[in-house]
């Protein structure tokens, strides 16, 4: 089946440091990909997505590149902000006209430290 | 403003004891699934349904039940619920099958 793979963290940084958090999926056929974040007591809000190999998606200085030789969608952000500190999901939707099949990765939980 | 609405945001109850969330979107989307968030497993799909009275398992269907009369509507129910079923409960929509998902605030639900 399907599966995604990313730290649980917490990513403890410093403000202005680099992010990288990894995400690797394995699935059948051509998914989309998607970053969500979640902040404490709130839904998930879509952060970011692709659609096929090679797309970057990018948001609020976020961005992630859908890796298909890799089976990759790291996400990155060049210098975070306290306002950052979220947990952070990266999910697969292999969707059809017939399905809706969603899968999502653990979570990594970011601290982000003045 | 677009919303997936989820009632209660907070249930305590007791094991047997049938109990309904539910879950309301104003966006006209055709694709809704509903989804349980633990420690250590990130959210798992329960139940997507495609369209009025068409629905389909997800990963972790067992123990619980849905309905699509309305297209707005997609209430989950716990016939019979279990303490195992303690969890915090995502309802989410979208228009598209593999488009990205308006998600609800949250249910959390306690099972004693």
């Known amino acids: 089946g399907d599966s995604v793979t990313q730290m649980e963290g917490p990513v403890t940084l410093s403000e202005e440091a680099f992010l990288t958090i990894n995400c690797t999926y394995t699935?059948?056929?051509?998914?989309?990909l998607f970053w969500y974040v979640q902040y404490p007591g709130e839904g998930l809000q879509l952060l970011l997505k692709?659609?096929?190999?090679?797309d970057k998606g990018s948001n609020k200085g976020f961005e992630a590149t859908y890796r298909k030789e890799t089976t990759s969608f790291h996400l990155e952000k060049g210098s975070v902000q306290v306002s950052d500190s979220a947990v952070y999901f990266c999910a697969l939707n292999r969707g059809s006209g017939g399905y809706q099949k969603v899968t999502f990765g653990i979570g990594t939980k970011l601290q982000v430290i003045p | 403003e677009a919303q997936v609405t989820q009632n209660p945001r907070y249930l305590i109850t007791v094991t047997g004891k049938k109990l309904t969330v539910t879950c309301s979107q104003n966006?006209?989307?055709?694709?809704m699934s509903w989804y349980r968030q633990d420690p250590g497993l990130g959210l798992r799909q329960i139940y997507y349904?495609?369209?009025?009275?068409?629905?389909d398992k997800g990963d972790v269907p067992e123990g619980y039940k849905v309905s699509r009369k309305e297209k707005r509507n997609f209430p989950l129910i716990l016939e019979s619920p279990s303490p195992n079923q303690t969890s915090l409960y995502f309802c989410?929509?979208?228009?598209?099958?593999?488009?990205?998902?308006?998600f609800g605030d949250g249910t959390r639900l306690s099972i004693l």
């Open positions: 699935a059948t056929g051509y998914p989309s």
């Open positions: 966006m006209n989307h055709e694709y």
């Open positions: 349904s495609m369209n009025v009275e068409v629905t």
């Open positions: 989410a929509s979208s228009l598209f099958p593999n488009q990205p998902q308006h």
């Open positions: 692709a659609t096929k190999a090679d």
